[in-house]
């Protein structure tokens, strides 16, 4: 499985984004997808999942109610709609392959970070 983040960028504060992982390579109807980001000096973190076939999302604290995760199957891309965007969202996020949802902080197959940066 190969997985090419792309949509990341420069944002003032308040901003959107939106981040996209396109997923090649096999059929990606058994897997989650995940995203991660992070920061500079610091563990990269858990952000968001979905599962392919249910749809059933999954979000971390920090995010919920300004981040929604999506997908379309047909492409085999996962999005990342990022609202609201503040200065703490600034990383590098990283989109995964997983062939389960749990636990939410661990994947299989990774993707190269596209960097997001909020400016105030």
């Known amino acids: 499985v190969q997985l090419q983040a792309s949509g990341g960028g420069l944002v003032q504060a308040g901003g959107s984004l939106r981040l996209s992982c396109a997923a090649s390579?096999?059929?990606?109807?058994?897997?989650?997808m995940k995203w991660f980001r992070q920061a500079p000096g610091k563990e990269r973190d858990f952000v968001a999942a979905i599962q392919w076939l249910r749809g059933s999302t999954y979000y971390a604290d920090s995010v919920k109610g300004r981040f929604t995760i999506s997908k379309d199957n047909a492409k085999n891309t996962a999005y990342l709609q990022m609202n609201n965007l503040d200065y703490d969202d600034t990383a590098v996020y990283y989109c995964?392959?997983?062939?389960?949802?749990?636990?939410?902080?661990?994947?299989?197959?990774w993707g190269q970070g596209t960097q997001v940066t909020v400016s105030s």
């Open positions: 390579g096999r059929p990606f109807s058994y897997y989650a």
């Open positions: 995964a392959g997983s062939g389960s949802i749990y636990p939410l902080d661990k994947a299989d197959y």
